[in-house]
């Protein structure tokens, strides 16, 4: 059995054709794509606890505009002055939402204990959309920690 000849033209038009379309053409078919630099996975955004009971995520909702001392040694930072925390409770679907002024955090904790734990000094690879990674989570909550919000 052997195909027509008229129909394995055709066939060669349509695929030759849709090969040599503009990239514009694909783009207004299928919907605007993300390049893969700007791609984030969601895993790395999100931290668990220890029972795989909550889910949380931080957005950083203000910066300082202070310079980072030392760029040469420890790279662009950017320093935190407001987070959002979002925790999601896996059992329920429940979500509950804050915001903590972590600056404000910082200075109670130097009045109230004398020290403060709290590295307020993100560097700007560890900021994804607006999100800071999930290794970086502790470092700017454990103010808040410390003085039980």
């Not at 349509?14 to 996975?41: A, C, H, M, Q, W």
Request: proline residues 5%.
């Amino acid at each position: 059995m052997t195909p027509e000849p008229e129909k394995d033209d055709n066939f060669q038009d349509k695929i030759i054709k849709s090969l040599l379309r503009p990239e514009s053409e694909y783009e207004s078919k299928s919907g605007p794509t993300t390049n893969f630099e700007d791609f984030v996975d969601e895993h790395i955004l999100i931290s668990r606890d220890i029972f795989g009971k909550k889910e949380m995520k931080i957005k950083i909702s203000d910066v300082s505009d202070e310079h980072p001392p030392s760029k040469w040694k420890l790279g662009d930072r950017v320093k935190v002055n407001k987070i959002i925390v979002t925790v999601k409770h896996l059992e329920s679907q429940q979500v509950e939402e804050g915001e903590f002024d972590i600056e404000a955090i910082e200075k109670e904790l130097v009045e109230k204990r004398h020290y403060t734990s709290t590295n307020r000094w993100v560097p700007v690879s560890d900021v994804k959309n607006g999100y800071v990674i999930s290794s970086r989570h502790i470092s700017l909550i454990s103010g808040a920690i410390a003085l039980e919000y």
